[in-house]
């Protein structure tokens, strides 16, 4: 296992990588270019840039979040032809500084979805990212859009750059008719396309579950279960065409049973990452976003690391969403504190399980 954590660059992240590298176990980065728009090429300069200042830090970058995938090649428009051409390019470019997993998803339009970014939690009076479907109510998208970005502390949130929630209305627009099984289709199309490349150059694609783990505003999703991850895989067989087994997304749901969900593809050699956090459920479609600590939410986090020890040890993990803390003021779901709190416990975790294991 190689413990890594989110980072935005210098100039979007308020997490210094000398903060990072003083986190106990810290191997490296889950790195991010946030300023790149879906289908443009992420080009060798400004790679070797941020990878280069990233080895000056003493930390490795061997996984890059959200080269995001643009959504004509999601609705297979005509046009898609030209944004895999630049996604392909964008594989190699990686690939030839020493990037070996990139992460991405393939949901429509919202990569994410909450409906509070700062929900206090009355036992302790941190925040952190809440649900509940309920405050939907009569709320259409271009509404949650304005709320979620009015509340983000200033800063970019992945999934809903300002560029791409621009042209929202029409993009919902033309989704209207697609089908989960045609969304299928498009996404053979793309990986048909992209895994050969993958495959030669030694990188693997890791899909993230959609977040939450259910539709959402009518759109089709089919990320967001095991059988569905299992039709994902069949769609191109190939050890390059992997999961990022994200617990908190596929545990929003409570029906998925996440330890039993990463033995399964673990033993399939299919997680090629994974994004591990907790979950405390409120009611039906509500839930909030936990401390790591296990007996902090519902999810058994000792047990999800044991399966990870069990069935794929050397995958990339990274504690995901955490709650703000010690009044810290950041990006919601990514302050330094609770994130460097959720990585010592699950690198204490790893340390019990090897020991019992021998």
């Known amino acids: 296992m190689k413990m890594t954590f989110r980072w935005y660059g210098e100039n979007s992240d308020a997490v210094s990588l000398k903060q990072i590298k003083q986190i106990p176990g810290m191997s490296g980065l889950m790195g991010f270019l946030d300023y790149k728009a879906a289908g443009e090429v992420w080009t060798e300069e400004e790679i070797k840039s941020y990878i280069d200042g990233v080895h000056a830090a003493g930390l490795e970058c061997e996984v890059i979040e959200s080269v995001n995938v643009h959504e004509d090649i999601k609705m297979g428009l005509p046009s898609r032809d030209e944004y895999i051409a630049n996604y392909i390019t964008t594989i190699r470019n990686l690939a030839k500084y020493g990037v070996k997993v990139i992460i991405y998803n393939f949901m429509p339009v919202f990569d994410w979805l909450r409906t509070d970014l700062a929900r206090v939690i009355p036992e302790d009076g941190s925040n952190s990212l809440y649900f509940d479907e309920k405050d939907l109510g009569d709320m259409g998208p271009m509404e949650i859009v304005k709320n979620t970005i009015e509340n983000s502390n200033g800063f970019s949130l992945p999934g809903w750059e300002p560029e791409r929630l621009g042209e929202l209305e029409k993009t919902l627009k033309a989704y209207e008719g ?143 969403h955490g709650r703000m803390i010690w009044d810290e003021v950041g990006r919601p779901g990514y302050g330094l504190y609770d994130r460097a709190l959720g990585a010592t416990y699950l690198n204490g975790l790893w340390e019990a399980i090897e020991k019992m294991s021998k």
């Not at 495959?199 to 694609?205: A, D, K, P, S, Y």
């Open 178 to 320: 697609m089908t989960p099984d045609k969304l299928r289709e498009n996404y053979k199309y793309f990986l048909d396309a992209i895994i050969p490349v993958c495959e030669e150059v030694g990188v693997r694609m890791a899909c993230h579950p959609d977040d939450p783990a259910w539709p959402i505003f009518g759109l089709p999703r089919i990320a967001h279960t095991v059988e569905q991850f299992d039709m994902i895989c069949d769609l191109h067989d190939s050890p390059a065409n992997a999961l990022c087994l994200c617990t908190g997304s596929l545990g929003s749901n409570p029906d998925n049973d996440i330890p039993a969900a990463v033995r399964h593809f673990g033993e399939k050699n299919r997680i090629a990452a994974m994004h591990v956090r907790n979950i405390k459920y409120l009611g039906h479609h509500h839930f909030r976003e936990a401390s790591h600590l296990s007996c902090e939410g519902d999810l058994d986090l000792f047990e999800i690391m044991k399966a990870v020890y069990d069935t794929c040890p050397d995958t990339y993990i990274r504690p995901d």
